[in-house]
């Protein structure tokens, strides 16, 4: 139980794109979903929180308007990177929470982003 | 500020013995605490954890110990294995929903399980 997965798990875009990188829970519901994003030998550093059907919650220093949240429903959030650029080439990394009394996250695999 | 820290950035210890991976924490209001083991390239994968009424928390190979008064947590893998060789996160978290049940991590630590 509580698998999470992440699409797609590498990706190359050019410059100026943008890239949308899914994040599914597959045996449980999710009523919330956090976004991170790990540098080489560096720890994992939260993005943003999404909850479903409201408002992500970005942490201080992130752009909301260059790294959209969506979190249409209790299995499926997305990241969108928009007008990627070459500093934002990291490793993309989701995990999911179900409702109730419960504190683990389940993480996903990752998605490697290389901006060209 | 740093509320979750791996002072060590890496361990090594010989195949069969113990593996004691330590963590300390700031933040008074934490009151659940996890491990997650990540390879390379691959997301964090849950290990232990423990809730702050607890001391010790076991599963099989993995001990996780909590001493509050110290906010100090610390992880037993008896008896190491290579295919433990992996980075080691410590977790934090305050009870709360939504944005507010974030998890706080440390830098990891390196385990590296000689054969």
């Known amino acids: 139980g509580a698998v999470v997965s992440q699409h797609p798990s590498r990706v190359i875009c050019k410059s100026g794109t943008s890239v949308k990188i899914e994040c599914r829970s597959l045996?449980?519901?999710?009523?919330?979903m956090f976004w991170y994003r790990q540098f080489p030998k560096q720890s994992l550093m939260l993005m943003a929180t999404?909850?479903?059907?409201?408002?992500?919650?970005?942490e201080q220093g992130v752009e909301k308007d260059k790294f959209l949240i969506n979190h249409a429903s209790l299995t499926l959030s997305t990241l969108t990177v928009t007008s990627a650029h070459p500093e934002d080439s990291s490793f993309y990394i989701c995990?999911?929470?179900?409702?109730?009394?419960?504190?683990?996250?389940?993480f996903g695999p990752g998605t490697r982003l290389t901006v060209t | 500020d740093q509320q979750v820290k791996q002072n060590s950035p890496s361990l090594s210890v010989q195949e069969g013995r113990i593996s004691i991976l330590n963590c300390d924490y700031t933040?008074?209001?934490?009151?659940?605490f996890l491990w997650y083991k990540k390879y390379p390239a691959e997301g964090p994968t849950f290990l232990i954890s423990?809730?702050?009424i607890k001391d010790k928390n076991e599963d099989g190979r993995f001990t996780v110990f909590l001493n509050k008064s110290a906010k100090h947590l610390s992880l037993h893998i008896v008896p190491s294995q290579p295919g433990d060789s992996a980075v080691y996160f410590c977790?934090?978290?305050?009870w709360g929903t939504g944005a507010n049940s974030k998890l706080t991590f440390g830098k990891g630590i390196t385990l590296s399980v000689r054969p």
């Open positions: 045996d449980f519901q999710a009523t919330t």
């Open positions: 999404s909850n479903e059907g409201s408002k992500a919650t970005y």
């Open positions: 423990i809730s702050s």
């Open positions: 995990s999911a929470k179900s409702g109730g009394l419960t504190y683990e996250q389940y």
């Open positions: 977790a934090a978290s305050a």
């Open positions: 933040n008074s209001m934490f009151d659940y």
